[in-house]
């Protein structure tokens, strides 16, 4: 608990204000004016409104960050900001999907991942989510398995990220060596500027086994936070192609706090950038930008599933 502020709406409101004044870590990127934002929304606030109104009020204001890693939680609700993949195309569709998966005795599932060899002799792994704990004996299963394949299909579209342990476990078997993948950057000090050098990230290659065959990788708009370092990692290594549509974002590592009244906030205290010292906190650029078609949809056809098997059978 904060307790240089009073457990009212005034002191709540300013507890919060101002821990993300001192911890937040795009404010330069994302050019956002905290003064201004705090005249613009503390003038809204009364020493008589409920709780569900400051909530609302508070959300409003996080919401300013333009960032899915900030949430304010209380035990009526959680604010969220969804709109780096509202509004965009979907470009996924679950029932399609499962036309190429094909029924459940048709297709292989463990560690959350979904995998099957299609009728072209091309591999096809989906998995849907970083939470989702991967073991090294089921990696080399699937990429012996895949091993016999053209080429593979990892498909992360919709994958709203996870943990970054799985993150490295699977990208180091498409590595053949230590490779630079990117900085970190935390904030050290109060001020919007205050951050630590830039500490070099580097992925180690797996010791287990790896895949030496081409790789697409399928992206959405609903890749975000590990997900989104794990397709900007995917870019470094050899044989590896990105396809469909720029990620979602979220590259903050996020860090959490307390209101004098209990509410938990979350928000991005760290910064992660690729190789080239760039944010990825927007999300990473395909590297062929390809959307689902309407007429292929009716057809149950993944257009971006088939423009990764065409290249894989070149």
Known sequence: MNLQFDNNPKGNFDALWDII??????????SIDWDRIYDEYSSRVTSDMSSEGLFKLMGQML??????????????????YWEWQENYPANFDID??????????????????????????????????????????????????????SGLI??????????????????????????????ISHKIGPGHNDFSELYPKYLES??????????????????YSATNEFVSIMKYAPQITVIGDKTGGGSGLPFSSELPN??????????????????????????IYVS???????????????????????
């Open 21 to 30: 004044d001192r911890n937040y870590c795009f404010f330069e990127y994302k």
């Open 96 to 149: 399609i999907q499962k036309v190429y998966l094909g029924n459940e005795t048709e297709y292989s599932r463990v560690s959350g991942m979904s995998y099957k060899i299609l009728e072209d002799n091309v591999g096809y792994l989906y998995y849907g989510s970083f939470s989702s704990d991967v073991g090294n004996a089921s990696l080399d299963l699937i990429l012996m398995k895949m091993a016999l394949c």
């Open 63 to 80: 919401a300013e960050l333009k960032d899915g890693h900030v949430n304010l939680s209380a035990s009526h609700d959680i604010t969220r």
């Open 292 to 314: 689902m078609l309407q007429e292929d949809k009716e057809n149950n056809r993944d257009t971006i599933i088939e423009k990764a098997r065409e290249l894989l059978k070149r």
């Open 154 to 183: 990892i498909d992360v579209r919709n994958n709203g990220g996870g943990s970054l342990v799985n993150v490295d476990k699977i990208a180091s078997r498409f590595f053949n060596e230590r490779t630079h993948i990117g900085y």
């Open 206 to 223: 797996s010791d287990r086994v790896r895949f030496q065959k081409p790789v697409v990788v399928l992206t959405n708009r609903g890749c």
């Open 262 to 287: 209990g509410w938990s906030i979350r928000f991005s205290a760290s910064t992660i950038l690729n190789a080239e010292k760039e944010h990825i906190e927007f999300g990473v650029e395909p590297d």
